[in-house]
């Protein structure tokens, strides 16, 4: 029983560490709105936009990956009866999959994408898990 509570655990932070995610890059779409006459709403219109965006429009959707993967392994590690660095591991691997997916699809710079998926998901997950098992 314990195994399918823990699970149902891992989803939750999963869900809430996403809607973490999309609330910031929400928030940065406000903060540093993207070029004018772009439209970043579709996948097409997010690649294409890539190139002329500049640090300032990375920064948020940096925030939002790493934040998003750290509350959602915190809050599963938090609440988890194990306290399992797999429940931890488990929400950064599924960002990160996540974030492979976006880069396939829409692109980036070369150092954001270095930055992003090396130290947005399993560095954050890691952090998670030793602030929520203590």
Known sequence: MHLLKDIGIVL????????????????????????????????????LA??????????????AHALGTLFGAWFA???????????????????????????FSVGGPTWFIILDLTIAYLPMAWIGYRLGKG
Do not use: Q, W
Request: charge should be negative; charged fraction near 10%; hydrophobic fraction near 55%.
């Open 77 to 103: 590690i938090r609440f988890t009866k194990s306290k399992h660095i797999s429940a931890a591991y488990s929400i950064g691997m599924l960002f990160l999959l996540g974030g492979i997916m976006m880069v």
């Open 12 to 47: 939750l932070g999963l869900i809430i560490g996403g809607t973490l995610n999309m609330a910031l890059v929400e928030a940065g779409m406000f903060v540093f709105p993207p070029p004018e006459g772009l439209d970043v709403s579709t996948e097409a219109g997010l690649k």
């Open 50 to 63: 890539m190139s002329v965006m500049s640090f300032e429009h990375f920064i948020f959707p940096f925030l």
